[in-house]
């Protein structure tokens, strides 16, 4: 499977520091996504970076890709409490279907 | 567009009964995909139907679980009989393959608690 799986579980940090969530995998792929989930809600999509994109950025979130390591980190920087939810990475090989890794849920304290 | 609306939002029933959860995908998504998120197991995909045809039902856990969809705009997830360790949120999200984003777009899901 190629699933993501993604690194630690859990983060607790304060408001104002830099969070940095990891996504391991197995196979090759076309690209890979992260995605927010805020309790009670549905995932919402952050970013996608491509297997031949090297880093990405939007607003706070920088993401990064390294297809030889076959993982990739997704940092927030300046976190809010906002912020505060579970984070998922999710790998889409040949087949268009992208594959949800666990999560790591991320506590921002005010 | 109002994005992916599943109905209803919470769901209890008792061990036994009929539960039919519903979706509507955003117009003019191609893809629809039925999700199941627990504690235990994560997110799993249970099934994804592309133009209305179901593609691969592979992740359904059993043959308690149906799932249909007979329009562009219409989807139902039904469990019967329902057990308690069906108990979980289902989420239905759809996509656009025309755009080569992948994104998937999920609604606010359905938590089933059954008795």
């Known amino acids: 499977s190629q699933q993501g799986e993604e690194d630690p579980q859990a983060l607790s940090i304060q408001e104002g520091e830099n969070a940095t969530m990891n996504c391991s995998y197995k196979t090759s792929i076309n690209n890979l996504q992260w995605y927010r989930q805020n309790s009670g809600r549905g995932l919402v999509h952050l970013i996608l970076?491509?297997?031949?994109?090297r880093e990405k950025h939007s607003g706070r979130l920088r993401v990064t890709l390294d297809t030889s390591k076959k993982s990739s980190s997704l940092l927030i920087t300046a976190s809010r409490a906002a912020d505060t939810a579970s984070y998922f990475c999710?790998?889409?090989?040949?087949?268009?279907?992208?594959?949800f890794g666990r999560g790591t849920s991320l506590i921002v304290h005010p | 567009d109002a994005g992916v609306i599943q109905s209803p939002r919470h769901e209890v029933t008792e061990m036994g009964q009929e539960v039919t959860l519903r979706c509507k995908p955003i117009s003019g998504h191609d893809y629809l995909f039925w999700y199941r998120q627990t504690m235990m197991r994560g997110l799993e995909l249970l099934i994804y139907f592309n133009n209305n045809v179901p593609i691969d039902d592979s992740g359904m856990p059993e043959d308690r679980f149906s799932a249909k969809m007979p329009n562009a705009s219409f989807s139902t997830l039904k469990i019967q009989p329902s057990e308690p360790r069906d108990s979980a949120v289902y989420f239905c999200?759809?996509?656009?393959?025309?755009?080569?984003?992948?994104?998937?777009?999920f609604g606010p899901g359905t938590r089933l608690t059954v008795l």
């Open positions: 970076i491509r297997s031949n994109e």
């Open positions: 999200a759809s996509s656009f393959r025309g755009t080569s984003t992948d994104t998937q777009y």
């Open positions: 999710a790998t889409r090989g040949g087949s268009y279907i992208p594959t």
